[in-house]
T-cell receptor, first 115, second 112 residues
Framework: AQKVTQAQTEISVVEKEDVTLDCVYE???????LFWYKQPPSGELVFLIR??????QNEISGRYSWNFQKSTSSFNFTITASQVVDSAVYFC????????????FGAGTRLFVKA | DAGITQSPRHKVTETGTPVTLRCHQT?????MYWYRQDPGHGLRLIHY???????DKGEVSDGYSVSRSKTEDFLLTLESATSSQTSVYFC???????????FGSGTRLTVV
């Protein structure tokens, strides 16, 4: 069965600190997709990034970076120089790459960035 | 913007009454999903659809049914609402451009 674990329920940092959100997944599929989504206090869910299982290149987008390591089944998300606007719940997710492309989500990590 | 809307945005209903939530999309996406969001559980899949009249169950489908008679509409029905179905419900489409989901704004359902 597929599973996504986000062990950090809540993280609190001060603005400009770097913060890493952990994500560990389990799957028996050889091909799959990994995602991060953001849910700000307004409640909408916003797509941040997708990684394919066969592509372990890390990715950087501005202050955001993602570290995908198949050997440890982890897909961690780092925010550099955090800002108050980064305060949100962040979800890691795992999608099958066939059939209904069903996606399972971790329980989420709530990030508080204090000014 | 995938043009996905949910209605209603908020609803309060009594235990035992039927409730239908609507998800409407404007861009002809094949795959549509219903999730519920509860504290400590993230989002859990209720049902999904892979085409008109083609639906399947997710991990928390008990007490829910769905229908998709047109590509653009995906309906979620609670046949007889219970307090355990108080939740925020999100509809999503799978966007083939980036393989991820685009979500509706959510429906906050309270069963009293």
């Amino acid at each position: 069965a597929q599973k996504v674990t986000q062990a950090q329920t809540e993280i609190s940092v001060v603005e400009k600190e770097d913060v890493t959100l952990d994500c560990v997944y389990e799957t028996r599929d050889t091909t799959y997709y990994l995602f991060w989504y953001k849910q700000p206090p307004s409640g909408e869910l916003v797509f941040l990034i997708r990684r394919n299982s066969f592509d372990e290149q890390n990715e950087i987008s501005g202050r955001y970076s993602w570290n995908f390591q198949k050997s440890t089944s982890s897909f961690n998300f780092t925010i550099t120089a955090s800002q108050v606007v980064d305060s949100a719940v962040y979800f890691c997710a795992l999608s099958e790459a066939k059939g209904g492309f069903k996606t399972i989500f971790g329980a989420g990590t709530r990030l508080f960035v204090k000014a | 913007d995938a043009g996905i809307t949910q209605s209603p945005r908020h609803k309060v209903t009594e235990t035992g009454t039927p409730v239908t939530l609507r998800c409407h999309q404007t861009e002809n996406h094949r795959y549509m999903y219903w999730y519920r969001q509860d504290p400590g559980h993230g989002l859990r899949l209720i049902h999904y659809s892979y085409g008109v009249k083609d639906t399947d169950k997710g991990e928390v489908s008990d007490g829910y049914s769905v229908s998709r008679s047109k590509t653009e509409d995906f309906l979620l029905t609670l046949e007889s609402a219970t307090s355990s179905q108080t939740s925020v419900y999100f509809c999503a489409i799978r966007d083939e451009a980036y393989y991820g989901y685009t979500f509706g704004s959510g429906t906050r359902l309270t069963v009293v």
